[in-house]
């Protein structure tokens, strides 16, 4: 359980936020256009996973386009924002720099990255969270925010960004993990 807080106020998380170095669950999330697709579907080049409770907050909405603008001047990285927003709501937001992905499919999803939110007025939504991911999915930079209504760190971010889509990046040893099953069994 991590403790973080919503203007103030203490709000809780459950599971375990995956650490620098270490390989990030593997995942099927839902795109605009209904289909599930995994980080693999992305290519094998850096990647910032956004992670927001919903986009129709206007604080995450605003958040998401300063990290997208940010970012726009790497091209070797995607930003990937996740969120429990059904895909319809999500069109709006779709841009062709950034993707945004629903994990309304995969409820192990935020408790798989330790971003399930457990009390408080925003509980059943994920936790915002940043990850810069090198090409074989390992955590290069993470982010949880501790004040919700916060912003992440764009120049923590910004480095960890350049490094992972460095071609000469190197990365660290990972731990493997194990699928996060989210397809209902046929």
């Known amino acids: 359980m991590t403790r973080l807080t919503l203007h103030g106020t203490p709000v809780y998380t459950e599971g375990t936020v995956p650490a620098v170095g270490h390989e990030v669950p593997r995942l099927t999330l839902t795109s605009t256009q209904l289909t599930d697709v995994?980080?693999?579907?992305?290519?094998?080049?850096?990647?910032?996973l956004n992670i927001v409770p919903s986009l129709e907050l206007p604080s995450f909405d605003a958040a998401t386009r300063r990290l997208s603008d940010?970012?726009?001047?790497?091209?070797?990285?995607?930003?990937?924002?996740?969120?429990?927003?059904?895909?319809?709501?999500?069109?709006?937001?779709?841009?062709?720099?950034?993707?945004?992905?629903?994990?309304?499919?995969?409820?192990?999803?935020?408790?798989a990255f330790g971003l399930e939110i457990i009390s408080g007025p925003l509980k059943g939504l994920m936790a915002?969270?940043?990850?810069?991911?090198?090409?074989?999915?390992?955590?290069?930079?993470?982010?949880?925010?501790?004040?919700?209504?916060?912003?992440?760190?764009?120049?923590?971010?910004?480095?960890a960004v350049r490094q992972a889509s460095s071609p000469r990046a190197t990365t660290v040893a990972a731990t493997p993990v194990a699928p996060v099953a989210c397809q209902q069994a046929a």
């Not at 995994?38 to 910032?48: I, M, Q, R, T, W």
């Not at 090198?134 to 290069?140: E, L, S, T």
């Open 38 to 48: 995994s980080l693999d579907h992305y290519g094998p080049g850096c990647k910032v």
């Open 70 to 111: 940010a970012l726009r001047a790497y091209s070797r990285a995607t930003l990937i924002t996740v969120s429990q927003d059904l895909p319809f709501a999500n069109t709006r937001f779709d841009t062709g720099h950034s993707v945004v992905l629903s994990s309304f499919r995969c409820p192990k999803f935020a408790r």
């Open 128 to 159: 915002p969270a940043v990850f810069v991911l090198d090409g074989q999915h390992r955590v290069v930079h993470v982010e949880l925010l501790r004040e919700m209504s916060g912003s992440p760190d764009h120049a923590a971010l910004l480095a």
